[in-house]
C-alpha cells in the first residue's frame, strides 16, 4: 500500500528536488489560470507574485500527488 503523501512529505519534496518544486508550480499556476480565465497574462503574472506563497503552501499534496501520478504514467510507457 502506498504511503499517503501528508503535508509535511509534499512540502519536503518540493524543497528537495527543483524538478518538483518548479512542475508543482506550473501546475498550480495553469489552475490558477483557468479558475482566472479573465486576467490578461501580465495580470496574471503580477496576480501570482502575490498569491504564489499561500498556493504553494496549500495546494502542495495535491500539487505533488499530481507529479507523481503523471510521473507514473510517462514512466510506465
Known amino acids: 500500500m502506498p504511503q499517503e503523501i501528508t503535508m509535511h512529505i509534499a512540502r519536503m519534496t518540493m524543497n528537495r528536488s527543483d524538478e518538483v518544486r ?5 501546475w498550480m499556476k495553469a489552475k490558477e489560470r483557468a479558475a482566472n480565465p479573465q486576467m490578461s497574462e501580465e495580470e ?3 496576480h501570482w507574485l502575490y498569491v504564489r506563497p499561500e498556493r504553494m503552501h496549500e495546494g502542495a499534496v495535491e500539487a505533488v ?5 503523471q510521473h507514473k504514467h510517462t514512466d510506465n510507457e
Not at 65 to 69: E, G, I, K, S
Open 65 to 69: 500527488t499530481a507529479y507523481f501520478d
Open 22 to 26: 518548479a512542475w508543482c508550480e506550473e
Open 44 to 46: 496574471l503574472a503580477k
